[in-house]
Nanobody, 114 residues
Framework: QVQLVESGGGLVQPGGSLRLSCKASESIFGINVMAWYRQAPGKQRESVAAISSDSTSYADSVKGRVTISRDNAKTTVYLQVNNLKPEDTAVYFC?????????WGQGTQVTVSS
């Protein structure tokens, strides 16, 4: 059973940066998209960024502050978040979508506060 493990979250001051990582426990066959979502308290989970073989996409709320990337083996996906704002506070989840199914990590908490 493939597991996704996120790391890199924490408490950061407004204006700070974080780099989130999500590592798969093994190679995943048939990947279409690797993505990051987030869920703030009392809100629905929302897409933050996604990366496929030929493109990246970003939510309007983070565009210009966020970069998604992945390693060549497609076992790790990263999310660099700069100029963090209090409204970025959420649990961040990674998602890997394959031709067969979706995989989700357990999430990593990001709290932006002074």
């Amino acid at each position: 059973q493939v597991q996704l493990v996120e790391s890199g979250g924490g408490l950061v001051q407004p204006g700070g940066s974080l780099r989130l990582s999500c590592k798969a426990s093994e190679s995943i066959f048939g990947i279409n998209v690797m993505a990051w979502y987030r869920q703030a308290p009392g809100k629905q989970r929302e897409s933050v960024a996604a990366i496929s073989s030929d493109s990246t996409s970003y939510a309007d709320s983070v565009k210009g502050r966020v970069t998604i990337s992945r390693d060549n083996a497609k076992t790790t996906v990263y999310l660099q978040v700069n100029n963090l704002k209090p409204e970025d506070t959420a649990v961040y989840f990674c998602n890997v979508r394959t031709i067969f199914r979706d995989y989700w990590g357990q999430g990593t908490q990001v709290t932006v506060s002074s």
